[in-house]
């Protein structure tokens, strides 16, 4: 950062075999530790080496001479880089104890271990990025669907910063005028007109921050995923459904009831949507306390998701255990109801199917021969294009839910501001006001404090 003398490093991609890993050395000594341990192919380095912006080709060796990889080396001079700071990457081949040795020996020479965030969190402090910025970096690494991905770009960018940017200099504008009303009351005759002013602004503002909120709930789930579960009584194919959407094998299928206790879990997309899709244990009484706790596992899971999907064994009449899944349901629960094993014959009671569930929508499968599935995608697609709705083109989609709070409570005050300007005197509008100004400032980082930054910044990886 700056006026830090020290050099950071950190190995910047994931551990493990690969192609390429990298080691970023960022700080005011970065490119004389790289020197220490960077022997240039070619001996007697061209004059100015090393060059900004240029890559080297060589080998790195330990402090006893040894060999330990051939490299590519790129020196980057500051200000033009990711920290705006003079910074060096290694590109090494990808291994675990290749990219420790090289680190080791970078440490060796003077650098010390980057904390987690600290290139980005350098990045923010040095004025190459605002704090939305930095956060919508670590949701383009975190996307789990496209459409995430390109809206973390997008902010990235600085698309929602701007808006920020610009609706508190606005607020700015509007504070400096009244306060000057109220420091030099003699050169206004009539406050009515600041005071109307005041009220269609504060209306204004308060329409746009909604705009803000109205995309919020789906850039969450477009980068986390929405939480859904798969349930029904033992039996019912609830593994089997799981396996087909992710169209692999990751859970155990077998005609024994009960085989799933503990839940499992996987990430699918279902036409652009993304699901964090949990299957559990069937749902029926028992004395079996290994069970019990597996079902109460399961309706912990039912309670947490956005979207069930309660399968129905078609092939068997309904019973007490089918009872006790339908009372699962909570309101306000996006329900997609599935009559499962449909290339068996039939026993459920179809009148009560449609007297239990007959607001929801129902789809029939044979899980196992991937019968049906497709149909259940398209219906869970439609019912989170109903519900989450579309984005408007006019306002940035936020995709983090610290934006999304701060912006809530930002037109929060704002609409108390709006309605102290109809009664009260225009000061305490202005409170408000402030208090909305100062909340903004939070998502761009220009009013936050250490301890929030140290929070963010805490959930990057070393490397970043």
């Known amino acids: 950062m700056l006026g830090s003398g020290e050099t950071i490093a950190a190995i910047s991609t994931p551990l493990g075999e690969g192609g390429i890993g990298i080691i970023r050395i960022s700080g005011e000594e970065a490119f004389t530790i790289a020197k220490k341990v960077f022997v240039p192919r070619k001996r007697g380095p061209s004059p100015g080496y090393p060059r900004s912006h240029r890559l080297y080709y060589g080998h790195v060796f330990s402090g006893r001479g040894e060999l330990i990889d051939e490299v590519l ?24 104890y290749t990219l420790r040795m090289i680190l080791q020996e970078v440490l060796r020479a003077g650098a010390r271990p980057a904390r987690a965030g600290e290139f980005t969190r350098r990045a923010f402090l040095n004025g190459r990025i605002d704090l939305g910025q930095a956060e919508s970096i670590l949701k383009l690494i975190r996307a789990r669907s496209e459409e995430g991905a390109k809206a973390a770009a997008a902010n990235l960018e600085g698309r929602l910063s701007q808006q920020i940017k ?3 200099e606005r607020m700015l504008e509007l504070l400096a005028r009244v306060e000057a009303h109220l420091d030099f009351p003699e050169e206004l005759e009539d406050d009515s ?12 503002m ?34 089997s459904l ?39 244990a069937g749902i029926h009484g028992t004395a079996d306390p290994v069970e019990q706790a597996g079902i109460k596992k399961a309706e912990d899971a039912v309670s947490d998701a956005r979207l069930l999907i309660l ?29 499962n094993k449909i290339d068996l014959p039939q026993k459920i009671n179809k009148a009560i199917i449609g007297e239990r569930f007959g607001q929801y929508p129902v789809v029939r499968t044979a899980a196992i021969k991937n019968e049906g599935v497709e149909r259940l995608e398209e219906t869970i697609a439609g019912l989170l294009d109903r519900d989450l709705g579309a ?3 006019e306002s940035p989609v936020m995709t983090h839910l610290r934006h999304a709070r701060t912006v809530e409570e930002a037109r929060d005050h704002i609409e108390r501001a709006l309605e102290a300007s109809l009664g009260e005197p225009i000061e305490m509008a202005m ?7 100062e909340k903004l400032g939070e998502i761009t980082g220009e009013t936050v404090s250490e301890e929030l930054l140290d929070k963010i910044f805490s959930e990057f990886c070393i490397g970043k």
């Not at 980057?76 to 990808?94: F, G, L, Q």
């Not at 077998?254 to 499992?264: I, K, N, S, V, Y």
Request: proline share 4%.
């Open 391 to 393: 984005v408007s083109a």
């Open 73 to 96: 080396l790129s020196f980057m001079k500051a200000p033009h880089t990711y920290t705006r700071e003079d910074t060096v990457e290694i590109n090494c081949h990808s291994g675990v």
């Open 193 to 204: 007109g600041l005071e109307n002013e005041l009220r269609k602004e504060l209306a204004q």
């Open 166 to 168: 610009e609706l508190r």
């Open 431 to 437: 409170i408000d006001l402030r208090e909305a100004w």
């Open 311 to 339: 399968v129905l064994d078609g092939s068997t009449a309904w019973s007490e255990d089918d009872e006790a899944v339908a009372s699962l349901i909570s309101p306000g629960q996006l329900v997609v109801i599935v009559v």
């Open 242 to 280: 799981l396996n087909a959407l992710l169209q692999e094998q990751r859970a155990i299928v077998h005609e024994l009831p009960g085989t799933t206790r503990d839940p499992l879990e996987g990430y699918l997309t279902v036409r652009g949507y993304p699901l964090r899709l949990i299957d559990t």
């Open 206 to 239: 308060s329409e746009m921050l909604k705009k803000m909120e109205g995309g919020a709930e789906r850039g969450a789930v477009m980068q986390e995923g929405l939480v859904s579960a798969i349930v029904g009584k033992p039996n019912a194919g609830k593994s």
